[in-house]
Nanobody, 123 residues
Framework: QVRLVESGGGLVQAGGSLRLSCAGS????????VGWFRQVADKEREFVSV??????YYADSVKGRFTISRDNAKNMVFLQMDSLRPEDTAVYYC??????????????????WGQGTQVTVSS
């Protein structure tokens, strides 16, 4: 049984930092694209970042501020979020799947999801 568990969300002031963690079981992260999406109420889930095949991909809105990393030994993925803005406020989800590069920003490509962790950035 595949399970993804996120942690590290919370409340932070604008300009601050948070580090999200995603621990996986039942699958080997380095064989999948593993990354992060976020969602606010009444909006579609939005691609944030993914680590696939040794490469890192980022949404334009977070490029230069967020950094994705992976610990293969621990089967974990991390998202370091710096220079946070109020518009980064969302529920952040860890996701994994057999994604192809041309479609890695599509939530439909990811078969496995965590329960989400809330990130709130105050102005």
């Amino acid at each position: 049984q595949v399970r993804l568990v996120e942690s590290g969300g919370g409340l932070v002031q604008a300009g601050g930092s948070l580090r999200l963690s995603c621990a996986g079981s039942g699958l080997t992260f380095n064989r999948y694209g593993v990354g992060w999406f976020r969602q606010v109420a009444d909006k579609e889930r939005e691609f944030v970042s993914v680590y696939k095949g040794g490469s890192r991909y980022y949404a334009d809105s977070v490029k230069g501020r967020f950094t994705i990393s992976r610990d293969n030994a621990k089967n974990m993925v991390f998202l370091q979020m710096d220079s946070l803005r109020p518009e980064d406020t969302a529920v952040y989800y860890c996701a994994a799947g057999n994604v192809i590069t041309s479609s890695l920003t599509s939530a439909n490509m990811y078969a496995y999801w965590g329960q989400g962790t809330q990130v709130t950035v105050s102005s």
